[in-house]
Protein backbone atom coordinates (compact mmCIF):
# COMPACT_ATOMS: atom_id res chain seq x y z
CA UNK A 1 0.00 0.00 0.00
CA UNK A 2 1.72 2.92 -0.60
CA UNK A 3 0.70 6.30 1.06
CA UNK A 4 0.76 8.77 -1.53
CA UNK A 5 -1.61 12.06 -0.95
CA UNK A 6 -4.79 12.95 -3.85
CA UNK A 7 -3.02 15.67 -6.04
CA UNK A 8 -5.28 17.89 -7.02
CA UNK A 9 -2.60 20.43 -9.03
CA UNK A 10 -3.10 21.88 -11.98
CA UNK A 11 0.13 21.18 -13.25
CA UNK A 12 2.17 19.39 -13.03
CA UNK A 13 -0.18 17.47 -12.27
CA UNK A 14 -0.81 14.02 -10.39
CA UNK A 15 0.91 11.20 -12.58
CA UNK A 16 -0.52 7.48 -12.55
CA UNK A 17 1.37 5.71 -9.67
CA UNK A 18 1.63 2.52 -11.70
CA UNK A 19 3.27 4.27 -14.25
CA UNK A 20 5.95 6.21 -11.51
CA UNK A 21 6.08 2.23 -10.37
CA UNK A 22 7.27 1.19 -13.17
CA UNK A 23 9.77 4.18 -14.30
CA UNK A 24 11.08 3.78 -10.95
CA UNK A 25 11.87 0.11 -11.47
CA UNK A 26 13.50 0.65 -14.88
CA UNK A 27 15.36 3.67 -13.83
CA UNK A 28 19.07 2.68 -12.59
CA UNK A 29 19.13 -0.30 -15.32
CA UNK A 30 16.57 0.23 -18.35
CA UNK A 31 15.92 -3.15 -19.60
CA UNK A 32 18.60 -5.02 -18.65
CA UNK A 33 20.92 -2.35 -20.71
CA UNK A 34 23.12 -1.23 -17.67
CA UNK A 35 22.27 2.62 -17.72
CA UNK A 36 19.04 5.03 -17.52
CA UNK A 37 16.96 5.51 -20.24
CA UNK A 38 17.90 9.53 -19.35
CA UNK A 39 21.70 8.57 -19.75
CA UNK A 40 20.71 7.22 -23.80
CA UNK A 41 21.77 8.83 -26.73
CA UNK A 42 18.54 10.28 -27.95
CA UNK A 43 19.72 8.77 -31.77
CA UNK A 44 20.38 4.96 -30.55
CA UNK A 45 18.38 2.31 -31.56
CA UNK A 46 16.76 1.39 -27.97
CA UNK A 47 15.97 5.23 -27.58
CA UNK A 48 14.29 5.89 -31.08
CA UNK A 49 12.78 3.15 -30.71
CA UNK A 50 10.66 4.48 -27.63
CA UNK A 51 9.34 7.26 -28.59
CA UNK A 52 8.46 5.74 -32.07
CA UNK A 53 6.49 3.33 -29.58
CA UNK A 54 5.27 6.64 -27.76
CA UNK A 55 3.90 8.21 -30.81
CA UNK A 56 2.44 5.36 -32.18
CA UNK A 57 0.38 4.81 -28.84
CA UNK A 58 -0.62 8.42 -28.90
CA UNK A 59 -1.57 8.07 -32.17
CA UNK A 60 -3.92 5.01 -31.54
CA UNK A 61 -5.41 6.32 -28.54
CA UNK A 62 -6.44 9.64 -30.59
CA UNK A 63 -7.34 7.90 -33.90
CA UNK A 64 -5.02 10.16 -35.42
CA UNK A 65 -5.24 9.91 -39.31
CA UNK A 66 -1.86 9.24 -41.27
CA UNK A 67 -1.98 12.78 -42.75
CA UNK A 68 -0.90 14.09 -39.69
CA UNK A 69 2.54 14.72 -37.90
CA UNK A 70 2.86 14.33 -34.17
CA UNK A 71 5.76 16.34 -32.68
CA UNK A 72 6.87 16.23 -29.09
CA UNK A 73 8.58 19.44 -28.67
CA UNK A 74 10.19 21.99 -25.97
CA UNK A 75 9.10 25.35 -25.08
CA UNK A 76 5.49 24.29 -22.73
CA UNK A 77 2.42 25.59 -24.75
CA UNK A 78 2.92 29.03 -23.94
CA UNK A 79 6.36 28.95 -26.70
CA UNK A 80 3.32 27.57 -29.25
CA UNK A 81 1.53 30.60 -28.71
CA UNK A 82 4.63 32.22 -30.84
CA UNK A 83 5.54 29.37 -33.20
CA UNK A 84 1.69 29.47 -33.83
CA UNK A 85 1.69 32.30 -35.78
CA UNK A 86 5.44 32.38 -36.81
CA UNK A 87 4.60 29.01 -38.85
CA UNK A 88 0.90 29.93 -39.71
CA UNK A 89 0.09 33.46 -40.04
CA UNK A 90 1.51 35.02 -43.02
CA UNK A 91 2.88 38.69 -42.38
CA UNK A 92 -0.01 40.37 -44.04
CA UNK A 93 -2.59 37.77 -42.81
CA UNK A 94 -5.18 37.81 -40.40
CA UNK A 95 -6.07 35.25 -37.63
CA UNK A 96 -9.08 34.38 -35.75
CA UNK A 97 -8.75 33.91 -32.23
CA UNK A 98 -11.61 32.91 -29.56
CA UNK A 99 -10.90 34.69 -26.23
CA UNK A 100 -12.63 32.29 -23.26
CA UNK A 101 -10.19 33.11 -20.61
CA UNK A 102 -6.29 33.62 -19.16
CA UNK A 103 -4.54 31.25 -21.34
CA UNK A 104 -6.53 32.00 -24.72
CA UNK A 105 -5.57 35.66 -23.98
CA UNK A 106 -2.36 34.78 -23.46
CA UNK A 107 -2.40 33.30 -26.75
CA UNK A 108 -3.84 36.16 -28.47
CA UNK A 109 -1.60 39.04 -26.82
CA UNK A 110 1.35 37.00 -28.09
CA UNK A 111 -0.12 36.64 -31.74
CA UNK A 112 -0.43 40.17 -31.89
CA UNK A 113 3.52 40.48 -31.68
CA UNK A 114 3.48 38.64 -34.86
CA UNK A 115 0.51 39.82 -37.06
CA UNK A 116 -2.64 40.85 -37.46
CA UNK A 117 -5.31 39.44 -34.76
CA UNK A 118 -8.86 39.46 -35.18
CA UNK A 119 -11.02 38.64 -31.40
CA UNK A 120 -13.89 36.61 -33.33
CA UNK A 121 -15.62 36.19 -29.91
CA UNK A 122 -14.93 36.42 -26.00
CA UNK A 123 -16.66 35.13 -23.13
CA UNK A 124 -16.51 38.24 -21.25
CA UNK A 125 -19.69 39.77 -21.75
CA UNK A 126 -20.44 36.68 -20.47
CA UNK A 127 -18.68 37.16 -17.38
CA UNK A 128 -16.78 33.89 -18.53
CA UNK A 129 -19.73 31.89 -17.54
CA UNK A 130 -20.45 30.43 -20.68
CA UNK A 131 -18.49 30.13 -24.34
CA UNK A 132 -20.33 32.31 -26.89
CA UNK A 133 -22.36 30.01 -29.64
CA UNK A 134 -20.68 29.69 -32.84
CA UNK A 135 -23.87 32.17 -34.39
CA UNK A 136 -22.22 34.97 -32.49
CA UNK A 137 -18.83 34.57 -33.40
CA UNK A 138 -17.54 37.24 -36.28
CA UNK A 139 -14.91 34.99 -38.23
CA UNK A 140 -12.81 36.90 -40.69
CA UNK A 141 -12.87 35.47 -44.70
CA UNK A 142 -10.05 34.07 -45.82
CA UNK A 143 -8.36 34.00 -41.89
CA UNK A 144 -4.97 31.78 -41.73
CA UNK A 145 -6.34 29.76 -38.88
CA UNK A 146 -8.72 30.13 -36.30
CA UNK A 147 -7.18 29.54 -32.56
CA UNK A 148 -9.43 28.41 -29.58
CA UNK A 149 -8.17 26.94 -26.25
CA UNK A 150 -10.90 23.69 -25.71
CA UNK A 151 -10.28 24.03 -21.53
CA UNK A 152 -9.60 27.14 -19.29
CA UNK A 153 -7.84 25.75 -16.86
CA UNK A 154 -7.64 28.46 -14.49
CA UNK A 155 -11.24 29.75 -15.02
CA UNK A 156 -12.49 26.14 -15.57
CA UNK A 157 -14.34 27.12 -18.75
CA UNK A 158 -14.63 23.98 -21.17
CA UNK A 159 -16.10 23.64 -24.43
CA UNK A 160 -18.39 20.27 -25.15
CA UNK A 161 -18.33 21.10 -29.23
CA UNK A 162 -15.86 21.74 -31.67
CA UNK A 163 -16.26 24.64 -33.69
CA UNK A 164 -16.82 24.47 -37.44
CA UNK A 165 -14.72 26.64 -39.70
CA UNK A 166 -13.74 27.20 -43.06
CA UNK A 167 -10.01 28.21 -41.58
CA UNK A 168 -8.19 25.62 -40.08
CA UNK A 169 -8.62 25.53 -36.25
CA UNK A 170 -6.08 25.49 -33.77
CA UNK A 171 -6.67 23.88 -30.33
CA UNK A 172 -4.72 24.49 -26.97
CA UNK A 173 -5.78 21.41 -25.59
CA UNK A 174 -3.25 21.27 -22.89
CA UNK A 175 -5.74 20.45 -19.72
CA UNK A 176 -8.36 18.66 -22.04
CA UNK A 177 -6.52 15.96 -24.50
CA UNK A 178 -6.73 12.26 -23.49
CA UNK A 179 -9.62 13.05 -21.46
CA UNK A 180 -12.21 11.59 -23.52
CA UNK A 181 -12.60 10.97 -27.61
CA UNK A 182 -11.52 14.06 -30.01
CA UNK A 183 -12.59 13.52 -33.71
CA UNK A 184 -8.34 15.02 -34.64
CA UNK A 185 -9.47 15.27 -38.29
CA UNK A 186 -11.85 18.23 -37.25
CA UNK A 187 -8.49 20.39 -36.63
CA UNK A 188 -5.40 21.89 -38.41
CA UNK A 189 -3.45 21.57 -35.29
CA UNK A 190 -3.87 20.36 -31.47
CA UNK A 191 -1.38 21.37 -29.05
CA UNK A 192 -1.05 20.22 -25.01
CA UNK A 193 1.36 20.66 -22.51
CA UNK A 194 2.58 17.76 -21.40
CA UNK A 195 1.98 18.15 -17.52
CA UNK A 196 -1.18 17.78 -16.87
CA UNK A 197 -2.77 14.27 -18.48
CA UNK A 198 0.62 13.35 -20.51
CA UNK A 199 3.41 13.25 -18.62
CA UNK A 200 5.85 15.81 -17.02
CA UNK A 201 6.67 19.42 -17.98
CA UNK A 202 9.22 19.75 -20.15
CA UNK A 203 7.45 18.29 -23.40
CA UNK A 204 4.59 19.66 -25.70
CA UNK A 205 3.01 17.95 -28.13
CA UNK A 206 1.92 19.42 -31.31
CA UNK A 207 -0.65 17.28 -33.73
CA UNK A 208 -0.82 19.23 -37.26
CA UNK A 209 -1.75 18.49 -40.37
CA UNK A 210 0.88 17.77 -43.21
CA UNK A 211 -0.22 20.84 -45.58
CA UNK A 212 0.19 23.08 -42.73
CA UNK A 213 4.09 22.14 -42.54
CA UNK A 214 6.16 24.45 -45.07
CA UNK A 215 4.42 28.10 -44.43
CA UNK A 216 6.43 29.36 -41.89
CA UNK A 217 8.24 32.80 -42.50
CA UNK A 218 11.17 33.17 -43.66
CA UNK A 219 12.38 34.70 -39.99
CA UNK A 220 10.78 31.86 -37.80
CA UNK A 221 13.46 30.41 -36.27
CA UNK A 222 14.79 26.84 -37.16
CA UNK A 223 14.33 25.33 -33.82
CA UNK A 224 10.59 26.85 -33.97
CA UNK A 225 9.71 25.72 -37.76
CA UNK A 226 7.21 22.71 -37.56
CA UNK A 227 8.58 21.56 -40.87
CA UNK A 228 12.16 21.30 -39.59
CA UNK A 229 10.78 19.26 -36.52
CA UNK A 230 8.55 17.23 -38.75
CA UNK A 231 11.01 16.01 -41.19
CA UNK A 232 13.78 15.42 -37.93
CA UNK A 233 11.11 13.37 -35.77
CA UNK A 234 11.32 15.63 -33.45
CA UNK A 235 14.90 15.68 -33.37
CA UNK A 236 16.25 18.11 -34.65
CA UNK A 237 18.44 19.03 -31.52
CA UNK A 238 18.41 16.68 -28.40
CA UNK A 239 14.65 16.54 -27.12
CA UNK A 240 13.37 15.92 -23.54
CA UNK A 241 14.22 12.17 -23.36
CA UNK A 242 12.92 11.32 -19.98
CA UNK A 243 9.24 13.68 -20.50
CA UNK A 244 8.96 11.85 -23.72
CA UNK A 245 9.76 8.10 -22.08
CA UNK A 246 7.87 8.84 -19.56
CA UNK A 247 4.88 10.34 -21.47
CA UNK A 248 4.80 6.97 -23.50
CA UNK A 249 4.44 5.00 -20.02
CA UNK A 250 1.36 6.95 -19.65
CA UNK A 251 0.26 6.15 -22.96
CA UNK A 252 0.41 2.44 -22.20
CA UNK A 253 -1.47 2.94 -18.94
CA UNK A 254 -3.73 4.48 -20.93
CA UNK A 255 -4.29 1.99 -23.58
CA UNK A 256 -4.32 -0.69 -20.28
CA UNK A 257 -6.95 1.41 -19.16
CA UNK A 258 -9.39 1.01 -22.11
CA UNK A 259 -8.18 3.80 -23.84
CA UNK A 260 -9.82 7.27 -23.92
CA UNK A 261 -13.43 6.04 -24.55
CA UNK A 262 -12.88 4.51 -20.87
CA UNK A 263 -11.28 7.46 -19.75
CA UNK A 264 -14.73 9.22 -21.15
CA UNK A 265 -16.89 7.55 -18.89
CA UNK A 266 -14.67 7.38 -15.34
CA UNK A 267 -14.17 11.54 -15.90
CA UNK A 268 -17.72 11.64 -16.60
CA UNK A 269 -18.58 10.51 -12.88
CA UNK A 270 -16.06 12.14 -11.58
CA UNK A 271 -17.13 15.35 -12.62
CA UNK A 272 -20.64 14.72 -12.52
CA UNK A 273 -19.97 13.42 -8.61
CA UNK A 274 -18.42 16.86 -7.78
CA UNK A 275 -20.71 19.44 -9.46
CA UNK A 276 -23.56 17.64 -8.25
CA UNK A 277 -22.00 17.65 -4.71
CA UNK A 278 -21.24 21.34 -5.22
CA UNK A 279 -24.51 22.37 -6.50
CA UNK A 280 -26.71 21.01 -3.55
CA UNK A 281 -24.57 22.72 -1.29
CA UNK A 282 -25.34 26.27 -0.14
CA UNK A 283 -22.01 26.68 1.49
CA UNK A 284 -19.97 26.10 -2.46
CA UNK A 285 -20.50 27.29 -5.46
CA UNK A 286 -19.56 27.28 -8.99
CA UNK A 287 -21.33 29.72 -11.17
CA UNK A 288 -20.59 28.26 -14.68
CA UNK A 289 -23.09 26.98 -17.32
CA UNK A 290 -23.39 23.24 -16.45
CA UNK A 291 -22.35 22.71 -20.67
CA UNK A 292 -19.86 24.87 -20.27
CA UNK A 293 -18.55 23.26 -17.17
CA UNK A 294 -14.85 22.16 -17.12
CA UNK A 295 -14.04 18.41 -16.61
CA UNK A 296 -10.74 18.27 -15.31
CA UNK A 297 -10.58 21.72 -13.76
CA UNK A 298 -13.28 22.89 -11.24
CA UNK A 299 -13.33 25.70 -9.28
CA UNK A 300 -15.30 26.25 -6.58
CA UNK A 301 -15.54 29.47 -4.10
CA UNK A 302 -16.77 28.46 -0.22
CA UNK A 303 -19.38 31.11 1.21
CA UNK A 304 -17.24 33.30 3.06
CA UNK A 305 -13.49 33.38 1.89
CA UNK A 306 -11.77 33.62 5.27
CA UNK A 307 -12.32 30.16 5.55
CA UNK A 308 -10.50 29.29 2.95
CA UNK A 309 -7.12 29.09 4.67
CA UNK A 310 -9.08 26.70 6.97
CA UNK A 311 -10.58 24.61 4.33
CA UNK A 312 -6.84 24.15 3.00
CA UNK A 313 -5.40 23.47 5.99
CA UNK A 314 -8.00 20.70 6.84
CA UNK A 315 -7.56 18.85 3.31
CA UNK A 316 -3.64 19.40 3.28
CA UNK A 317 -3.94 17.16 6.76
CA UNK A 318 -6.23 14.65 4.81
CA UNK A 319 -3.40 14.43 2.18
CA UNK A 320 -6.07 16.25 -0.24
CA UNK A 321 -3.14 18.36 -1.79
CA UNK A 322 -2.91 21.49 -4.24
CA UNK A 323 -6.98 22.69 -3.54
CA UNK A 324 -5.91 26.23 -3.60
CA UNK A 325 -7.34 28.60 -6.90
CA UNK A 326 -4.96 30.24 -9.34
CA UNK A 327 -3.80 33.16 -7.67
CA UNK A 328 -5.42 35.53 -10.50
CA UNK A 329 -8.88 34.51 -9.06
CA UNK A 330 -8.38 32.71 -5.55
CA UNK A 331 -10.87 30.74 -4.39
CA UNK A 332 -10.65 26.55 -4.72
CA UNK A 333 -10.23 24.49 -7.96
CA UNK A 334 -9.92 20.74 -7.91
CA UNK A 335 -7.77 19.67 -10.75
CA UNK A 336 -8.86 16.20 -11.45
CA UNK A 337 -7.25 14.87 -14.66
CA UNK A 338 -6.94 10.89 -15.69
CA UNK A 339 -4.62 10.05 -13.13
CA UNK A 340 -6.73 11.09 -10.23
CA UNK A 341 -9.66 7.85 -10.09
CA UNK A 342 -13.11 8.02 -8.28
CA UNK A 343 -11.85 7.27 -4.79
CA UNK A 344 -9.76 10.85 -4.86
CA UNK A 345 -13.37 12.33 -5.65
CA UNK A 346 -15.03 10.61 -2.70
CA UNK A 347 -12.33 11.35 -0.52
CA UNK A 348 -12.88 15.31 -1.06
CA UNK A 349 -16.42 15.23 -1.32
CA UNK A 350 -16.36 14.08 1.76
CA UNK A 351 -13.93 16.29 3.56
CA UNK A 352 -16.13 18.84 1.64
CA UNK A 353 -18.94 17.63 3.19
CA UNK A 354 -17.54 17.84 6.76
CA UNK A 355 -16.04 21.26 6.68
CA UNK A 356 -19.65 22.40 5.63
CA UNK A 357 -20.91 20.53 8.35
CA UNK A 358 -18.09 22.30 11.03
CA UNK A 359 -18.35 25.90 9.11
CA UNK A 360 -21.74 26.30 7.17
N1 LIG B 1 -2.55 26.61 -22.06
C1 LIG B 1 -3.27 26.06 -21.08
C2 LIG B 1 -4.73 25.76 -21.33
C3 LIG B 1 -2.68 25.78 -19.84
O1 LIG B 1 -3.39 25.24 -18.86
C4 LIG B 1 -1.31 26.06 -19.66
C5 LIG B 1 -0.57 25.76 -18.37
N2 LIG B 1 -1.29 25.66 -17.24
C6 LIG B 1 -0.61 26.66 -20.71
C7 LIG B 1 -1.26 26.90 -21.89
C8 LIG B 1 0.84 27.01 -20.56
O2 LIG B 1 1.56 25.84 -20.51
P1 LIG B 1 3.13 25.81 -20.26
O3 LIG B 1 3.35 26.10 -18.82
O4 LIG B 1 3.49 24.41 -20.66
O5 LIG B 1 3.76 26.84 -21.14
Known amino acids: MSNRAFNFCAGPAALPEAVLQRAQAELLDWHGKGLSIMEMSHRSDDYVAVAEKAEQDLRDLLSIPSNYKVLFLQGGASQQF??????LLPENGTADYIETGIWSKKAIDEARRYGNVNIAASAKPLDYLDIPAQSEWSLTPGA???????????????????????APLVVDMSS??????????KFGMIYAGAQKNI????????????DLLGRARA?????????????NGSMYNTPATYSWYLSGLVFEWLKEQGGVAAMEQRNRAKKDRLYSFIDASAFYSNPIKPSARSWMNVP???????????FLAGADARGLLNLKGHRSVGGMRASIY??????????LVSYMAEFEKENG
Not at 199 to 210: A, F, H, N
Request: net charge negative.
Open 82 to 87: AEIPLN
Open 144 to 166: AYVHYASNETIGGLEFDWIPQTD
Open 176 to 185: DILSRPCDVS
Open 199 to 210: GPSGLVVVIIRE
Open 219 to 231: SCPTMLNYKVAAD
Open 300 to 310: FRLADERLDKA
Open 338 to 347: NALGQDAIEA
